[in-house]
């Protein structure tokens, strides 16, 4: 069914983005605890031996509210497109139509999302939020179109706030579908020419940080560009003068349509109660978004990497997400994110397949030393 947008302020109280905020809980700490002390203490490694991996176990625990928590797979990666009116002030040398070409390319199968999505298992979901480029059918993309992408943020609103909340909400309702369609781990993906610029002006908003600090190369771009591309937001930060308060005004007065999708992906997968595994910088903005709308979302948050764009390292400390990877990408796509499931994944198993001392018959160290167990 396509999606219809919606003026908020005719929508009653019960409407999507409020009735999830609504339905968004805590972890379950019993299942944290019985993670770490009833099952982790008791398997047949050193406690503490395997790192941070036992972290994400406990982590994963909690978040499904059980102890072993289920495989997170089936796992999906919806990657969120949507185009940007600021590429008209130089930020990218990348030509616009490039977003709808890469679509049609990760409907052929034929991106590195692709390439990496096949290598672990997952598969890829395409969404059209917002690609200004008319697209025609095409297999695994979804068309939630709200706008043929945004306005210039450097000369009004990239958004009405009707548009932004729209946004959100497709966010919401493919989580939703997705996981409704039996995947239990979702990642985030995006492709949208421009979108790093609308980024760490997102990030900026809601971290406080200078343009200089959270805005960077993106795709690559030169030292000229660069410094027109930080110009552009700081003109942009002092024009709107957003209010992080009212994360809606911030999504409209930036934009994009694909960071107010993620963000919306965010609150979806954690009023689910499924681990949603987050890409890199533009991801980020995304999740400071759904942040803003429900700090409570955060804890359903995996950061899979941490990308080359030096926003990205605000937006998490922002959030208090320790990525999984480090490896200097910066492509997107949901590119970093499908190289950490594995890591998801392997956790998980440690707390079905590895055996406790007393299933295995081994002595602890506890028994061995005469101590009382843990």
Do not use: Y
């Amino acid at each position: 069914m396509p999606f219809v947008a919606r003026d908020p302020l005719e929508l009653p109280v019960t409407d999507l983005l409020a009735r999830t905020l609504a339905g968004i809980g805590a972890p379950d700490a019993a299942a944290r605890t019985a993670a770490a002390a009833d099952r982790l203490d008791r398997m047949t490694t050193p406690p503490g031996s395997l790192g941070r991996v036992e972290d994400l176990a406990v982590t994963l625990a909690g978040i499904a509210g059980t102890c072993p928590p289920p495989l997170p797979e089936p796992a999906v990666v919806a990657v969120f497109a949507a185009d940007h009116g600021v590429h008209a002030q130089g930020v990218s040398p990348w030509p616009q139509e490039v977003t709808a070409q890469m679509v049609a390319n990760f409907a052929a199968g034929g991106a590195a999302v692709n390439a990496f999505a096949r290598a672990v298992g997952a598969t890829v979901q395409v969404v059209d939020v917002g690609v200004a480029t008319p697209l025609a059918a095409l297999p695994g993309v979804l068309h939630r179109r709200v706008a043929d992408g945004t306005a210039d943020l450097a000369t009004g609103p990239a958004l009405t706030r009707a548009q932004a909340q729209a946004a959100v909400e497709v966010g919401i309702a493919t989580a939703h579908e997705l996981v409704d369609a039996g995947h239990r781990c979702l990642l985030t993906g995006d492709m949208g020419i421009a979108n790093t610029t609308a980024a760490a002006l997102l990030i900026c908003a809601f971290t406080g940080a200078d343009p200089e600090r959270a805005t960077g190369r993106g795709t690559g771009i030169d030292d000229a560009t660069l410094a027109r591309k930080t110009a552009v937001v700081a003109a942009a930060l002092a024009r709107h003068r957003p209010d992080p308060a009212d994360p809606i005004g911030v999504l409209a007065a930036f934009g994009g349509l694909e960071h107010a999708a993620i963000a919306g992906f965010v609150l979806g997968a954690a009023q689910r109660r499924v681990p949603v595994l987050l890409d890199g910088v533009n991801a980020g903005a995304g999740a400071l978004g759904a942040a803003a709308l429900s700090r409570a979302s955060v804890a359903f948050c995996v950061a899979g990497h941490r990308s080359a764009e030096p926003g990205h390292r605000l937006a998490l400390g922002h959030l208090g997400l320790d990525p999984l990877l480090d490896l200097g990408m910066r492509l997107g796509e949901g590119t970093g994110a499908v190289l950490a499931l594995p890591l998801l994944v392997a956790a998980v198993r440690a707390l079905h397949d590895v055996a406790t001392f007393d299933d295995a018959g081994v002595t602890d160290a506890a028994h061995a030393e005469g101590r009382p167990e843990v």
